[in-house]
């Protein structure tokens, strides 16, 4: 049970940092953990622990930055549907 409330609680941070609703969450969750080729639950206690001042390693952050950019770019498209 620990780890689906760790996951819970990084996809709230997900939410309140980069803006994604909380459905995508999951999957931003997801293709970061397979990105960086770290298991979910580990993706999910480092990001957990960046916002109390734990490092938050570069590879999750690239992976996540991209995951974020390529999330709002499909939430922002000028097909109308968003």
Same mark, same amino acid.
């Given at each position: 049970?620990?780890?689906?409330? *760790?996951?819970?609680?990084?996809?709230? +941070?997900?939410?309140?940092? #980069? !803006?994604?609703?909380? =459905?995508?969450?999951?999957?931003? &969750?997801?293709?970061?953990?397979?990105?960086?080729?770290?298991?979910? *639950?580990?993706?999910?206690?480092?990001? +957990?622990?960046?916002?109390? #001042? !734990?490092?938050?390693? =570069?590879?999750?952050?690239?992976? &996540?930055?991209?995951?974020?950019?390529?999330?709002?770019?499909?939430?922002?498209?000028?097909?109308?549907?968003?």
């Amino acid at each position: 049970m620990l780890g689906r409330a *760790r996951i819970d609680q990084a996809m709230g +941070v997900l939410v309140a940092w #980069g !803006g994604a609703a909380p =459905d995508e969450a999951w999957d931003l &969750l997801r293709e970061v953990s397979m990105n960086t080729n770290r298991k979910l *639950r580990m993706v999910a206690e480092i990001l +957990v622990g960046w916002p109390a #001042g !734990g490092p938050l390693l =570069d590879d999750v952050r690239e992976a &996540l930055d991209a995951a974020v950019a390529a999330a709002a770019s499909t939430r922002h498209c000028s097909c109308g549907h968003f």
